[in-house]
């Protein structure tokens, strides 16, 4: 049998040489999202970004933002009017008022911490771009920040398969919309180049099917992330933004020193049942210059285990524990009275330290 | 959010355009978009499919990332290695549980793509079941495997891409490589 190493040079030297042959898609292929992926030069994202409402509709490509579909209303045509053609300019002249395009109500009840004070109708004061004509805006105000949702987003994303960001850091969704999957996050690791929080759309069937959500942190930055969404797939649909910006700053792996005699204890998973803490002794501990640098070459060697938020708990022997705080209700603030769901131990090693040991909740 | 704005018709001019050169021609000035599509598009949907297992994933976890990139062309095409700054994006977003739910499931809606493309052929079953391995790793370990032996990358370029130390990219690889001779060990497909 051949070695490891020999094992994993061969299989990546096969994987490559597949994909490495992979040809060129054409650019008429029936997926947009295939197209785009097509590698012709020249096609690559301008075909998506052109072709998807097209071929969600059925229909010809669409411009972004081109009026005259049903499903993509000129803005200022009303809500209860079928949508006109920008030709038709008898419709055009003789439309009323300017109106929300996708209506005045957004389609999902939010809930936010109870220190945010909202919904206000309206772009957020420290928004730098105001609503667009038709756009709806609603946002609410913190201690620290506030969150706005535009609806539809802005004109720069319609018609646009805005697929997530894919910087580490930034919560994309899926939302609004009877076909779609629901709502989704992803930011479980809040990596610190988070630049915004955008409810967005993989599946954009129309304008509607897509809001826009950004929380703006401390002095208009808007690098704040959002720590938690829940959201059902079916109507009537619920977000509960739990947004960190009060309480953890990016890049954050430890937010608070507290010297203690005894550091708190791991709390017993409650689901499904009782299960008991688990626990590591490390048999090969590795040593690093400083104990927070321990802490982080460790925790990024254990799937879901968090890389930030971790509270620093210093015993009077010099040990030192590092504590992730059991939150109970993702709506609050997590304090480690209430127990800790992971405990880190690093102790002096050497010229330096080393993570010696672990115990979770096993949750 | 305000720079999503550049994806609008103006940036077809970035796609089209060639990408100028210095004089003699040794090296690009600027990077165009569809060039750096045509030279690392195929590796990153390998890197993409070690991660994640699924082929219609790959593609689509790799679009998502060009999408990314050409977003922020401007600014990507003018770091040192933006080809490690996109790896970086596919390598987080095909360790991401629900990232690659998602986009499996954009998979399973396009039909076409679930089926087998006779222009791309299978890997040998022991390359799968190494990958397969691979992907049972903690998330680090896998990009690190991943990187290591799929793209080639020696310890620093890793660490450039994962934006951590070597050290740290020497701890996971030495925990990688130990669990899965042990996995392969115990399930040797050999």
Redo the contacts between chains.
């Keep these: 049998m051949s070695s490891l190493e020999d094992r994993l040079h061969s299989a990546g030297r096969e994987t490559r040489s597949v994909f490495d042959r992979m040809p060129l898609q054409a650019a008429d292929t029936p997926s947009p999202r295939t197209r785009a992926l097509a590698f012709a030069g020249g096609v690559v994202v301008v075909a998506l970004l052109i072709a998807v409402p097209a071929v969600l509709s059925g229909g010809e490509p669409v411009p972004f933002g081109s009026p005259g579909s049903p499903e993509n209303p000129p803005i200022g045509a009303t809500t209860s009017e079928p949508a006109t053609s920008v030709d038709d300019t008898s419709a055009t002249t003789i439309a009323p008022a300017p109106v929300f395009i996708c209506g005045g109500d957004l389609p999902v009840s939010v809930e936010l911490p109870d220190d945010f004070d909202g919904p206000t109708t309206g772009a957020s004061p420290q928004a730098a771009e105001p609503l667009e004509d038709g756009q709806l805006g609603v946002h609410w105000t913190g201690r620290d920040g506030s969150v706005e949702i535009r609806w539809p987003t802005d004109l720069g994303y319609r018609g646009a398969d805005v697929g997530p960001m894919g910087t580490p850091g930034n919560v994309s969704f899926v939302l609004f919309g009877t076909d779609g999957p629901g709502v989704f996050a992803d930011n479980p690791h809040g990596f610190p180049d988070s630049e915004q929080d955008s409810l967005e759309s993989d599946w954009v069937a129309n304008d509607c099917h897509v809001a826009q959500l950004t929380v703006y942190g401390p002095a208009g930055s808007t690098d704040a992330s959002v720590d938690t969404v829940f959201g059902p797939a079916s109507e009537p649909s619920v977000l509960r933004l739990a947004p960190t910006l009060p309480r953890l700053g990016e890049n954050q792996l430890v937010i608070e020193t507290r010297t203690v005699e005894v550091p708190p204890e791991v709390v017993v998973c409650q689901a499904p049942s009782e299960e008991p803490t688990i626990s590591e002794t490390i048999a090969d501990p590795v040593v690093h210059p400083t104990p927070t640098e321990a802490l982080q070459a460790y925790v990024e060697t254990v799937d879901r285990w968090p890389n930030l938020g971790y509270f620093e708990f210093v015993e009077p022997d010099g040990t030192i524990t590092y504590g992730k705080a059991f939150e109970p209700d993702p709506m609050t603030v997590p304090t480690p009275d209430d127990g800790l769901v992971i405990a880190v131990s690093v102790v002096p090693m050497g010229d330096g330290w080393a993570v010696d040991g672990w115990e979770s909740s096993g949750c | 959010?305000?720079d999503?704005?550049?994806?609008?018709?103006v940036?077809?001019d970035r796609?089209?355009k060639e990408s100028p050169t210095d004089a003699d021609h040794r090296v690009p000035v600027v990077r165009t978009?569809?060039?750096f599509?045509?030279e690392h598009?195929?590796?990153l949907?390998?890197l993409a499919?070690?991660l994640s297992g699924s082929r219609s994933a790959a593609?689509?976890l790799?679009?998502?990332?060009?999408?990314?990139a050409?977003?922020r062309w401007d600014e990507v095409s003018q770091m040192d290695d933006p080809a490690a700054w996109v790896r970086?994006?596919v390598a987080?977003?095909s360790v991401?549980h629900?990232?690659r739910r998602?986009s499996e499931?954009?998979g399973l809606?396009?039909l076409?793509?679930e089926r087998p493309r006779p222009?791309?052929?299978?890997?040998?079953a022991?390359?799968e079941a190494?990958?397969a391995e691979v992907r049972r790793l903690?998330?680090?370990?896998r990009q690190v495997?991943a990187l290591?032996?799929?793209?080639?990358l020696s310890m620093s370029e890793i660490a450039d891409v994962l934006g951590?130390?070597k050290?740290?990219v020497n701890?996971?690889l030495r925990?990688a490589?130990t669990t899965?001779?042990r996995r392969?060990s115990e399930g040797?497909v050999?």
């Design positions: 959010m305000r999503l704005r550049r994806v609008t018709p940036s077809v796609e089209t978009f569809d060039g599509v045509r598009g195929r590796r949907v390998g499919y070690t593609e689509d790799t679009q998502d990332a060009l999408l990314a050409y977003r970086r994006v987080n977003r991401s629900i990232r998602m499931a954009k809606t396009r076409e793509l222009d791309v052929p299978p890997l040998s022991e390359t190494i990958w903690p998330r680090r370990q495997i290591r032996y799929y793209d080639q951590c130390s050290e740290s701890t996971h925990r490589r899965l001779a392969l040797d050999t």
